[in-house]
């Protein structure tokens, strides 16, 4: 086990931290899923941080010139290269403490954000190089499953069945055709020493996560999973329920992965049917019984691949 | 003052990287621009140089990664050529408006298609619009010297621009010629610590690279113009300090042979060498041809050029790249603008030669300027004429 995760007592209702390094007062959505688990992740991580933020959703709703939310410091360069960005702050702060030009001992977590498009999509080849090359950064995903600053387009970590405006159902579509890119599984073919999958609907195991995730030295992936109320066709005051339903359903599975070994953080014993999830959103109200039944048997088995994943 | 010593062009250009003492390197290999990395991976790997060299995995991650490191505050230095420089092409635009003084040297090289590794300006040519600071090398000395003012230039809190050395790729990075490096400490006084005025630091939180609406990002622009415009002061100042320092004379504009010249030839970069042989033989049989080259390419020294060419009947534009459809190369198009409104301006005859490694000889220079002296009493019919085509 890693030392610095055994040291790291978590987080619990009694000792949260009251500092809010992303101040309130941004432009998102209501029951904005994404700035939720941002929200989280930004006390979980604390102050000493530098954020380097992919274009996108949390990008724009953060920093409209002369506002902004950040109350660490924050950088934003591109769609594509987050990762990238963050590869050269860490580096940086590597040699400038070197030279003495920044504290020897004070340590800053360099983190980069993007959305599942910025991540899975056009900024995968910059994640996998500095997954690779073994910078000590964090780099968080937040999954809302289609591009929604651009007005819901498909990505592809959008989940079979769902509505896009790309991916329309019609005579000859059902909607999105191909199953969910997994993201956490290409980051853990890195060999990287620490990966999770995480939720705003469990916030303690949200931030424990990313608090791990910092602690651990080289880099670490979180995958949060991000209820978008506008392009999912959802009510904002769900989307906390939608998250629990997400995993309760065994769709989007709780786990971690520290150093190759598969955790399950939230074991389903008792899942709910897909059907129940699906029903509440209007991306998936097209959707035919048959379908369904084979999204369920889809979920089970990739449930049923993770359970023996974690037996190793 | 340093030893003189016969040392590939690569090489010293690596050196000087060392003695500007870089302190991130993130860099992709492609050729022509190996050597200089390669060195610069043997430097770090040694001991010789304290920095991180990040092996990025494309060229858009190498300028994505120098521009993390330059808001942190370290210096920052990256190379590239042709394809690689084009997919960098979406970040470059950025690194100026967020006054990011990273430093790169191009290795020139024609662009694709037919893929070619050798040498012309097409590469940078289409880097026009970026708003970095361009210079430009003739020879391995002055390689040297512009990769050491670059960060200086770059740096200065009045300027704050990322700065490009443009060198071309094989006649001028592949061959050994004689350079002084100048000694450490040397640079060292020439050359301070990097300390930007704003950087990335939990001690001191700013935003960088917020979202422009439309009420602001006009008026960031114009600011982001005039302030690059203005740094055409501190580069004259550096060059200054450095003749002092070094004895060596840099001019936004260089000129040869142009006092009383009727004709001039205009090529940027090595070619200029042969283009000068070709200007002696001329002058040896009384033609009175001059040779100009741009130093400083942006901010366009328009000043200094209006001054070079006033003199001249004709002036012949030498471009190593083609813009298909257009109404001249981009070096031709460029000096007709900014001499349209000049009160006294030569006819302009633009040439495109030398494209994808296709050698410039002295017999084609002579063969322009005895096109350009036809001109003189005749206004060309075509847009731009090219030069050392195979016909069939």
């Known amino acids: 086990m890693i030392p610095e995760l055994t040291k790291f007592k978590g987080f619990s209702v009694k000792n949260l931290p009251k500092e809010e390094p992303l101040a309130p007062g941004h432009r998102a959505c209501q029951g904005c899923g994404e700035i939720l688990a941002l929200r989280m992740a930004m006390k979980a991580l604390g102050t000493d941080v530098i954020v380097c933020n992919a274009t996108g959703c949390m990008e724009i709703v953060t920093s409209p010139f002369p506002h902004t939310s950040w109350r660490v410091p924050w950088i934003h360069i591109a769609f594509e290269n987050?990762?990238?960005?963050?590869?050269?702050?860490?580096?940086?702060?590597?040699?400038?403490?070197?030279?003495?030009?920044?504290?020897?001992?004070?340590?800053?977590?360099?983190?980069?954000?993007?959305?599942?498009?910025?991540?899975?999509?056009?900024?995968?080849?910059?994640?996998?190089?500095?997954?690779?090359?073994?910078?000590?950064?964090?780099?968080?995903?937040?999954?809302?499953?289609?591009?929604?600053?651009?007005?819901?387009?498909?990505?592809s970590c959008t989940p079979f069945g769902a509505m896009t405006t790309t991916s329309p159902p019609g005579a000859r579509s059902i909607g999105q055709m191909t199953w969910k890119k997994n993201v956490p599984q290409i980051a853990v073919a890195h060999g990287i020493p620490y990966v999770a999958t995480a939720s705003p609907a469990f916030f303690l195991d949200l931030m424990n996560k990313v608090k791990k995730a910092a602690l651990v030295k080289g880099p670490a992936y979180v995958h949060i999973y991000a209820p978008c109320p506008t392009g999912w066709g959802t009510k904002g005051e769900d989307s906390i329920k939608l998250a629990r339903l997400a995993v309760d359903t065994k769709i989007f599975p709780l786990y971690e992965v520290i150093e190759g070994k598969y955790y399950i953080t939230r074991k389903i014993t008792k899942p709910k049917p897909v059907e129940e999830y699906l029903k509440a959103q209007r991306r998936f109200r097209h959707l035919t019984p048959e379908i369904i039944e084979e999204i369920q048997r889809r979920v089970d088995a990739e449930y049923e691949r993770l359970l023996k994943l974690a037996e190793l | 003052m340093g030893k003189k010593v016969a040392k590939e062009v690569s090489i010293a250009i690596a050196d000087a990287v060392k003695l500007a003492r870089a302190e991130v390197i993130a860099a992709y290999p492609i050729t022509p621009q190996t050597h200089i990395v390669e060195h610069l991976s043997e430097l770090v790997a040694n001991g010789e140089l304290d920095a991180e060299y990040i092996t990025v995995e494309s060229e858009h991650s190498a300028i994505s990664a120098s521009l993390g490191a330059v808001a942190t505050g370290a210096r920052t230095f990256t190379s590239t050529s042709s394809q690689g420089l084009a997919l960098m092409h979406e970040i470059l635009f950025i690194a100026p408006a967020l006054r990011l003084p990273v430093v790169m040297v191009v290795a020139n090289r024609a662009l694709s298609a037919p893929i070619s590794i050798w040498n012309d300006?097409?590469?940078?040519?289409?880097?026009?619009?970026?708003?970095?600071?361009?210079?430009?090398?003739?020879?391995?000395?002055?390689?040297?010297?512009?990769?050491?003012?670059?960060?200086?230039?770059?740096?200065?809190?009045?300027?704050?621009?990322?700065?490009?050395?443009?060198?071309?790729?094989?006649?001028?990075?592949?061959?050994?010629?004689?350079?002084?490096?100048?000694?450490?400490?040397?640079?060292?006084?020439?050359?301070?610590?990097?300390?930007?005025?704003?950087?990335?630091?939990?001690?001191?939180?700013?935003?960088?690279?917020?979202?422009?609406?439309?009420?602001?990002?006009?008026?960031?622009?114009?600011?982001?113009?005039?302030?690059?415009?203005?740094?055409?002061?501190?580069?004259?100042?550096?060059?200054?300090?450095?003749?002092?320092?070094?004895?060596?004379?840099?001019?936004?504009?260089?000129?040869?042979?142009?006092?009383?010249?009727?004709?001039?030839?205009?090529?940027?970069?090595?070619?200029?060498?042969?283009?000068?042989?070709?200007?002696?033989?001329?002058?040896?049989?009384?033609?009175?041809?001059?040779?100009?080259?741009?130093?400083?390419?942006?901010?366009?020294?328009?000043?200094?050029?209006?001054?070079?060419?006033?003199?001249?009947?004709?002036?012949?534009?030498?471009?190593?790249?083609?813009?298909?459809?257009?109404?001249?190369?981009?070096?031709?198009?460029?000096?007709?603008?900014?001499?349209?409104?000049?009160?006294?301006?030569?006819?302009?005859?633009?040439?495109?030669?030398?494209?994808?490694?296709?050698?410039?000889?002295?017999?084609?220079?002579?063969?322009?300027?005895?096109?350009?002296?036809?001109?003189?009493?005749?206004?060309?019919?075509?847009?731009?004429?090219?030069?050392?085509?195979?016909?069939?």
């Open chain 1, 82 to 155: 987050a990762a990238a960005v963050a590869s050269g702050v860490e580096a940086a702060l590597k040699v400038l403490k070197r030279h003495g030009r920044f504290p020897k001992n004070r340590h800053v977590d360099v983190v980069a954000v993007a959305g599942d498009g910025g991540t899975a999509d056009i900024g995968l080849q910059a994640l996998s190089g500095a997954l690779e090359r073994g910078h000590d950064f964090v780099y968080i995903c937040l999954d809302n499953e289609a591009y929604m600053n651009t007005g819901v387009q498909r990505s």
């Open chain 2, 121 to 392: 300006h097409s590469d940078i040519m289409a880097q026009r619009d970026i708003g970095w600071i361009q210079l430009w090398a003739e020879n391995g000395q002055e390689a040297v010297d512009l990769v050491i003012q670059a960060f200086r230039i770059a740096e200065d809190r009045n300027v704050m621009f990322p700065t490009i050395v443009n060198i071309d790729g094989f006649t001028l990075s592949h061959v050994i010629e004689p350079v002084i490096l100048p000694e450490q400490e040397e640079v060292d006084a020439f050359l301070p610590p990097f300390r930007p005025k704003y950087k990335l630091d939990p001690r001191k939180p700013l935003t960088m690279g917020p979202v422009g609406v439309p009420e602001i990002y006009f008026e960031a622009k114009k600011a982001q113009d005039e302030a690059f415009k203005n740094s055409r002061k501190v580069i004259l100042r550096v060059w200054k300090d450095w003749a002092n320092r070094f004895g060596r004379e840099y001019h936004p504009v260089e000129t040869y042979r142009l006092e009383d010249a009727e004709i001039a030839l205009l090529i940027n970069g090595s070619l200029a060498e042969t283009a000068m042989t070709a200007v002696d033989k001329m002058r040896e049989q009384g033609k009175k041809v001059g040779l100009i080259r741009f130093r400083l390419w942006r901010p366009f020294p328009i000043q200094e050029f209006r001054k070079a060419v006033a003199g001249l009947k004709v002036l012949g534009v030498i471009d190593r790249a083609l813009t298909p459809g257009g109404v001249g190369g981009p070096l031709g198009t460029e000096v007709r603008a900014a001499l349209y409104n000049a009160a006294r301006r030569p006819r302009v005859v633009n040439f495109i030669a030398g494209l994808g490694g296709r050698d410039i000889t002295v017999e084609d220079f002579e063969e322009m300027a005895d096109r350009a002296a036809f001109y003189m009493k005749k206004r060309p019919k075509e847009a731009y004429e090219t030069i050392g085509v195979r016909e069939s």
